[in-house]
């Protein structure tokens, strides 16, 4: 499955954005998506998580009230809705695909999408 995300940008501490990861090539709805950032120095991080289906989501405790993600597969697109951002959440955000056999092995990524908050 190839991914494409996009929607990032520069936005002020408080502000909000959207990301979307569309996805082409197999069949969206047979795989778990997620969002991961990493920020300049740091690892890679987990960000959320969704099922197939859409009916079961995780987040990363920093981003837990702030942060929904959900996915159209009729669109074959994920999103992530950022609000009430902060400086600390500035990194490039990727997007990846699990496999329904695997859910948490996330063996497609895309190319990742930069992120700004400022103060």
């Known amino acids: 499955v190839q991914l494409q995300a996009s929607g990032g940008g520069l936005v002020q501490a408080g502000g909000s954005l959207r990301l979307s990861c569309a996805a082409s090539g197999r069949t969206f709805s047979r795989y778990a998506m997620g969002w991961f950032r990493q920020a300049p120095g740091k690892e890679r991080e987990f960000v959320a998580d969704i099922r197939w289906s859409g009916g079961s989501t995780d987040y990363a405790d920093s981003v837990k009230g702030r942060f929904t993600i959900s996915r159209d597969n009729a669109k074959n697109t994920v999103y992530l809705q950022m609000n009430s951002l902060k400086p600390e959440d500035t990194a490039v955000y990727y997007c990846?695909?699990?496999?329904?056999?695997?859910?948490?092995?996330?063996?497609?990524w895309g190319q990742g999408t930069q992120v700004t908050v400022s103060s």
């Open positions: 990846a695909a699990a496999p329904r056999s695997a859910p948490t092995k996330y063996d497609y």
